[in-house]
């Protein structure tokens, strides 16, 4: 028992009153209205309000809260670590950087009232949810459309719509509303009749779980109710997603036009100025022409081009130089590649081991070429590729013309990614959205230099992107890429060719093909003889039953092998690592019989007619309801939306108007057409301006905005904001022309100066963000390849047409086979399967298209200098080289050391040597013949890889 003298203190304690009133012993309870909510109307109110909802979240009244954002789960859950305001508030994503931050004193506040119960005045009721018709949908769509929807009806039945369920099919209505017990489709699928379990594979649908199953019973259960949504009227209200402030970015207001700027130079000498620099020294002559003509056409001039612009007198002789240079069909192969590498350009679909290849991919490559070529007006570019299909109606022509044809092989820019639908087991609804995400990804990066994708979980985190706009975005897609009306890359083709087409094809294909099938049916026998061959020589005592066994596994997919098949193949491949030093007779000759048996295949193959096969994306006309997918999840639908682009590059009072484009015709929704005419308005905000910055980072190394791919709040400031508004007012001023973007710039005087790099410009432009000289830099793979074929007289000028093959040793090593001439084409003609790279490219930073490239690496490592010093290939391109010097020279001067080099300096650094250059390499000449008596002509052949290893000839200066 406590003594008196210790209860006597304690009670006063507890009793005595002070200046805050009787000291009680519960404390009253936190309540939202009262102390929440001004902490959060005053720090968060600016984001989360009744009239601003980030992220769908509105923090002003309790109901708000547990309602919480856009993934559908309360903000408030039952501890305070789960509860998804604290985790915003303790992460220091709310308030978001830049904002006024909460107290410590707030921070606690607001963590003692989720702990103590969230309690407010008015006990919070949740909110009772009418189930609808569009909780239904998804999952109908999700399990059963594949048998009762737009392509297939068994049973006579569409499950598509409320009104086609009523209907029903042959045995009766789907449902009978207000009783679930009854209905056909509850008694179907849970007697797992529907769908049905032996065909759940060959229809990549999944069983629906117990939750979908209760879905669909309680909405047959309160009558199957209907309810349309509240159309989206763009104007009447403000947008609770995107404010007014979130469209004052820089890059979301239309470029403006100022009549005082009249040139490159004037705001680049602006900049300069102010950090007390000056324009560097204009390059010499023979650094502008080589510059020149690696920057527009990937490879160096030949000697009599060289020799031309050298010695012209004509004062404007650069201007011309430029101007032939892009009348040249060598330009479009350079600069189409830089925008295939923005639509992941691949001519297989990756996704599965197989990696299968795309037969005619090349046609959109050669589409591409032609277009930079012919200086399509990028505006007519890009509709052509977003959506060619909606421009004319091909079904309903009278005449098929190479325009249309066009037009559909353009479309091919979204049909770039990897896709694995067409596989045994990779087509379920995930992966078709796979292919989907990836063209919204390439159209964000390449075209809109948005990061869209950040979008597709959740609101993006920094730029005004909502996840309803994310969506929205993809329903303008849905028309042609509808995840639950699919058509793999196996069946996604259409055959259409210009009447000539056809008339050469039928003339020349049928008998070629049946050649063709015999040798391709040989070659299939000659590779199982060579894998028996070696089977033979490694494994003596294996019998000949289970190298029968060995081939037909290899007919199994790797992933439904059983271990014993697995067993043998792996077997297989140790014999396949034997060093071709040690292999038998048998073997070799079963090599050389696969070989010649390519080599007639590729022949033939050459002899016939592109066939009319286009890789096209086209609107079918129906497409699905889209839905948000909350978190992302496929199975977890959200709101219904509508096609339309993002909000915040819009004047949220304009509607996103759709209209089929052929009323009387072939069913198109319009969705791509409508897409592609927003995009290429005058006054876009980002279109030229992410276009004219592309062509500034090719032109210069680094564009004025350095994230090319990100103009949002988080990509980097342009440098020169007033040159990048310009440029992209020229652009659109100038139809568009890409052609006279490059003479803009590279008639530039900033574009002319050296490479020599000052104290001052050290000091005051590191970085080179104020252009104050030109950088150096270093050829991308393509222009390094293709260079030193062009230096050593191998390169095959011959344009288009299907890739050139590449060959696989036993090393990996893969390179690219020679033409029928000899010789080898330009790097963008070869064949670029994703899991058979050419190592040359590969090596120098050849890009893994995921889903496209929109800048490259550059790195700096020792297999690049190991593979130009050591590759057999480089070695006897060398040879060459080495060769076509000797065959240059005269009789008399072939003896001339001084005049060797000469010509080795002029045909691969397209100048002539100077005097210390000139005599270390006779010095070096000299003292190899010495060494190498027996062979002197190695010498040069040395020098020239010597050359090409340097840097000087690696760099562009």
Known sequence: MMPIRFLIPLLAVVFVPGPFGTIQAAEKPLLFEKDIQPVLAAKCGKCHSD??????????????????????????????????LWILVEGGDMPPEGQPQLTEAERKLIHKWIDTGAKSEKPHQPEEKQITQHDVLPIVLLRCTACHGARLQRGGLDLRTPASMRKGGNQGPAFVAGKPDESLMIKRVESHACPPQEQLLKFFVKRPPQSEVETLREWIAAAAPIVDPEPEVVGLQPDPLVTEEDRQHWAFQAPQKQPDIKSIDQLILKQLQAHKLEFSPEASR??????????????????????????????????????????????????????????????????????????????????????????????????????????????????????????????????????????????????????????????????????LECARCHSHKYDPLPHRDYYRFK????????????????????????????????????????????????????????????????????????????????????????QRQRILVEKLRIAETMPESDFSQPVQQALQDVASLEQQMSEVQQQMEPPLTIRALWDRGEPSPTYILLRGEHDQPGQQVGPGVPSVLTDGRTPFTVNPPFPEGTPKTGRRLALAQWLTAEDHPLTARVMVNRIWYHHFGTGLVKTLENFGVKGERPSHPELLDWLAIQFVEQNWSIKEMHRLMMNSRTYKQSSHITPAIQQHDPQNRLLSHMPLRRMNAEALRDSILAVSGKLDPTPGGPPDSVTVDRNGLVSANATSKGGWRRSVYLQYRRTQIPTMLDTFDYPEMGPNCVSRNVSTVSPQSLMLLNNERVHSLSHAFADRVRNLLSEDPKQDLGAQIDLVYQLALSRSPSKEERQLGQATLQELEALWKKTPEAALDTYCHTILNSAAFLYID
């Open 51 to 84: 009239k601003v909802r980030k992220g769908g979240l509105d923090l002003s009244n309790i109901t708000g809260v547990h309602r919480g954002g856009e993934s559908g789960e309360s903000a408030i859950a039952e501890t305070v670590d789960d509860s998804m």
């Open 286 to 451: 023979d650094t502008l022409i080589r510059r020149a003509y690696l920057d527009l056409t990937g490879i160096p001039p030949s000697l009599t081009e060289w020799k031309q612009w050298r010695h012209s007198d004509d004062p404007d002789w650069y201007a011309s130089m430029v101007d032939h240079l892009l009348a040249s069909p060598r330009y479009g192969e350079r600069w189409g590649r830089y925008w295939l590498d923005l639509a992941g350009y691949a001519d297989s679909e990756g996704g599965v081991s197989s990696d299968p290849l795309r037969a005619v991919a090349w046609k959109y490559r050669d589409y591409v070429i032609a277009a930079f070529n012919n200086d399509k007006p990028y505006d007519r570019f890009l509709l052509e590729q977003i959506a060619g299909d909606e421009l004319t109606d091909y079904e309903n022509a009278p005449v098929i013309t190479e325009e249309i044809v066009d037009n559909l092989v353009a479309t091919g820019f979204l049909r770039m990614g990897i896709d694995q639908t067409g596989s045994r087991t990779m087509n379920f609804v995930p992966e078709r959205l796979g292919v989907v995400y990836d063209a919204i990804n390439v159209m964000g990066s390449s075209v809109m230099g948005l990061t």
């Open 475 to 562: 329903a303008i897609f849905q028309g042609a890429l509808d995840e639950y009306d699919w058509l793999s890359f196996k069946n996604r083709s259409l055959e259409l060719g210009t009447p000539e087409q056809k008339s050469r094809v039928k003339q020349t294909n049928p008998l070629l093909k049946k050649e063709l099938a015999k040798l391709e049916k040989q070659h299939k026998k000659a590779i199982a003889a060579q894998q028996i061959a070696m089977l033979r020589q490694y494994y003596p005592d294996q019998p000949a039953e289970e190298q029968q066994e060995t081939l037909q596994a290899l007919k199994i997919a790797d992933n439904t092998r059983t």
